[in-house]
């Protein structure tokens, strides 16, 4: 797979390690990655990335369904593998993604939020 970049997103910045963030979990495999949220909404609030740039969640999801499922399953996955690390994962967590104006960096990606 080509990966493509956005020398301007944020995201891809911190993907390619020339943008301060925290990346909590990496998967060179897979391709994805989970960032330590700069505006957390939560206690716990992280971002699963793909390494690849699209303008929106949305557009990624019309035209990488499949990968944008794996997306959400990783998320999952991460969530739950870290909760043991994360205690306040451990009550549970919220999953939610944007479509549309509200996204406010464009790059894809899901918000992983912990329930308090």
């Known amino acids: 797979m080509t990966i493509e970049t956005n020398p301007a997103c944020p995201f891809c910045g911190i993907l390619a390690g020339v943008e301060p963030g925290v990346i909590v979990a990496r998967d060179e ?17 992280w971002l699963a990335v793909p390494f690849e740039h699209t303008e929106s969640t949305e557009l990624y999801e019309r035209q990488n369904a499949g990968r944008f499922i794996d997306l959400f399953e990783w998320a999952v996955m991460q969530a739950k593998r870290l ?34």
């Open 29 to 45: 495999e897979k391709q994805f990655a989970l960032i330590k949220s700069i505006h957390p909404e939560s206690v716990v609030h």
């Open 83 to 116: 909760a043991t690390e994360e205690p306040h994962l451990e009550k549970g967590f919220t999953l939610k993604t944007h479509f549309g104006s509200f996204e406010t960096i464009p790059h894809p990606k899901i918000h992983i939020l912990a329930v308090e």
